[in-house]
């Protein structure tokens, strides 16, 4: 595959094009062992997944990072796990899902959280400067305009590289002017963004494993 691809470009798994990133954010957890990186961004010790019908994405970038994330919900340790880090400049995105399963020791049970939000094509879900930390992804995707094999630091599109600290400024990034996601189930640490705009949103707390997003 050339380093460098002009139009629109379609790979059936999205999952595929991740797979530099995530060796990116290993070589990143290898120089974070040895002393020459610093882990500045805690999250949660769990994973939520999120689902989405339709995204489409100005300003794309990708590259690989390091979260520093607690080992349970306990909170007393903690570890680095490396992560491939998607990021917009501007997102829509339709029939948005988000859930989350967590443990209580206290009473023995699991609890699912769920969000719901965008389901009106309508009124979607919009977000600027938007961050998602994932581990996994699978989804059918269209790039415009695609960069594959660009260094981080020379990168020219998305938002700015989200911490410093914990990516590697000569590693490998790719970036678009442009992406569109179908029936996206992916798996993640965290997200974060400037704004996000969750419309009709509905939050539900239940015991079913049925509430999970996928």
Known sequence: MES???????W???AVVMVPSVAAAAAIGVGLAQGALAASFSVSGQQFKVSVADLHGDGFAQYGGIDTVYTSTTGDKQTQ???AISSFD???LTKMCQ????EIPLIGKTIYLRLDAGTDPKKPVTAHNLYIDMSQLDADATFTNIDIGVALKDKTRGPAVKDTKTTLPGGFAQQAESADLTD???TAWATSAGTFK???LKMRLGTSADMECF
């Open 4 to 10: 460098q691809v002009r139009g629109g470009t379609r």
């Open 12 to 14: 059936k798994r999205f």
């Open 81 to 83: 796990v490396p992560v």
């Open 90 to 92: 501007d997102a829509t």
């Open 99 to 102: 859930s989350v399963k967590t």
């Open 184 to 186: 996206v189930e992916q």
């Open 198 to 200: 969750l419309s009709g």
